[in-house]
């Protein structure tokens, strides 16, 4: 005789499948990596410089930012950075904190609705100014300054 589902394994399989399920990407997308609601991907290391007081993104090294409403992100272990950088309109670029204020767990930019969203459960989102939108997070993200010369994008740290 078959066992019933419990109303907590009916639940639990059905978070597990709306976390498994992310319409935001289609599979097999030609144009490569991009954003979505759930990721954003990392900026190509051979296009970013780190320097004093900042860093430098070559823009015709990084295909990541090439298109309005891309995404990526950048690390730096050494003085502990973690920025994502939105390419918002065109020559426009947006640089924030990438670690949301009231977890600490990544944000992502969900280019559909043009913002940032944390990846935790019930997920703060913010605008690109960094302010929040939505909570739990109370502290907006930290802004940084971007200045876009030539192909290259400098980020003041």
């Not at 640089?95 to 944390?118: A, W």
Request: contains cysteine; glycine residues 10%.
């Amino acid at each position: 005789m078959p066992r019933k589902m419990t109303r907590r394994e009916m639940i639990g399989a059905g978070v597990l499948l709306a976390g498994g399920v992310c319409s935001c990407r289609t599979a097999g997308d030609p144009a490569g990596p991009r954003a979505s609601c759930c990721d954003t991907p990392m900026v190509e290391p051979e296009s970013v410089t780190f320097g004093a007081g900042g860093l430098t993104i070559d823009l015709l090294k990084a295909p990541s930012l090439r298109e309005v409403g891309n995404a990526a992100y950048v690390v730096d272990t050494a003085p502990s950075l973690q920025l994502i950088v939105v390419h918002a309109a065109k020559r426009k670029y947006c640089v924030l904190s990438r670690l949301c204020t009231h977890g600490g767990q990544v944000v992502s930019y969900n280019r559909h609705r043009g913002v940032l969203q944390c990846n935790n459960f019930n997920h703060s989102i913010f605008d690109l100014d960094g302010r929040v939108w939505k909570g739990p997070a109370e502290k907006p993200l930290k802004a940084y300054g971007v200045v876009l010369v030539e192909d290259a994008l400098v980020i003041y740290v």
